[in-house]
């Protein structure tokens, strides 16, 4: 059974910095692993994504650039750094692993979500 924590967020002004943790507990070391987030009124969208092994990464387009996803595998850990803050940034913040090491950008493909954080970026 995997466990995933999120922290991290808050309220940030435009132009701002945050860097979201998600620390798992269980067997998540061989697992692609994504961050999602969800607007009120709209759907959870796939944001970054990394492999077993950090060494491929995925963003979405929104995100590209500004947005950057790493892990410590070491300390069951997955980090989502994220710069230059947009008010359109604001949602709640998930973390997502697979039960399996290929990559998805689609929830249903997704195994086991923290509970999410709350980031919401001020203009």
């Known amino acids: 059974q995997v466990q995933l924590v999120e922290s991290g967020g808050g309220l940030v002004q435009a132009g701002g910095s945050l860097r979201l943790s998600c620390a798992a507990s269980?067997?998540?070391?061989?697992?692609?692993m994504g961050w999602f987030r969800q607007a009120p009124g709209k759907e959870r969208e796939f944001i970054a994504g990394?492999?077993?092994?950090?060494?491929?990464?995925s963003y979405a387009d929104s995100v590209k650039g500004r947005f950057t996803i790493s892990r410590d595998n070491a300390e069951n850990t997955v980090y989502l750094q994220m710069n230059s803050l947009k008010p359109e940034d604001t949602a709640v913040y998930y973390c997502?692993?697979?039960?399996?090491?290929?990559?998805?950008?689609?929830?249903?493909?997704?195994?086991?979500w923290g509970q999410g954080t709350q980031v919401t970026v001020s203009s």
């Open positions: 997502a692993a697979r039960s399996s090491r290929f990559y998805r950008t689609s929830q249903f493909d997704y195994d086991y």
């Open positions: 990394i492999s077993w092994n950090g060494g491929s990464t």
């Open positions: 269980g067997r998540t070391f061989s697992s692609y």
